[in-house]
């Protein structure tokens, strides 16, 4: 697969995404809704649509493909992610989070609105993304929905998302003295904070197309691994990216003193590590042969990203 063939399939699902979640986040009143507040709304549309390469959704949408699954519907599991994953950055950026001004080159959802929208604005595309994956049109087996429900919602409760944000704020010494934390303390916060979300998209692909113990499994360690490498790339962008290409402010992980893979290594220990990542994802593929190229060029655009 080319750079070229890549970027296109990249781009498709983006835009694909961008046109669904527009959708998702209209005025229409739902069956059990009476009504969509229009402030909440605006805020939410501003936490969820406009940039973003959409990374989860590809991913399940390219895992999903992997095993024969309908795209529509793992287009739509994707968007429920994502709506999941935006949900997480507007908490993310609030003051008493990250305390961030700037997402994707825009004011930050708090800054736009206020923090009280903001956080309101969090929960509802929280739990739009629950409603979404759990609909017939997402895969017609109710038992495929509810190991889908299950599964997100591990990777963005307690034992995942949420828990490693706990984590990383302990770490910046939030709530007792700050320490310095171990390399398998690092990856494990990093697993629950980011990988977490990026290994429900891919096995929410294999969820979808039904696959086997064994499938599953070498996709689970496909997505670990990919899900480590892309806090790795973060954290290199932050020491060596440029806010304006980023849409969002530098040098940040330092200034607050976190604990990262960089910090431990330095960059060419990290860089170095990144690369056996991508090397592992790859060798986890094996059993799928060249079917999984277009997963295999997903790891290498994670691992080379500069935004």
Known sequence: MTSTDFANRLTAVAADSEALLAHLLDGAVLPGETARPPRLLEAMRAGALGGGKRLRPFLVVETAALFGAPRDGALLAGCALELLHCYSLVHDDLPAMDNDDLRRGKPTVHKAFDEATAI???????????DIVAREAVHADAKVRIALVTALARASGIGGMAGGQMLDLAAEGRFESKRALSENEVVTLQAMKTGALIRFACDAGAILGQADAAARASIAHYGAAIGQAFQIADDLLDVEGDSATLGKATAKDAAAGKAT?????????ARAKL????????AALAPFGSKANILRATARFIAERRS
């Open 120 to 130: 309101l604005a969090g929960d509802a595309l929280l739990t739009l993304a629950f």
């Open 261 to 269: 893979l960089v910090s431990i290594h330095g960059v060419a220990g």
């Open 275 to 282: 690369d056996r990542l991508i090397a592992e994802a790859d």
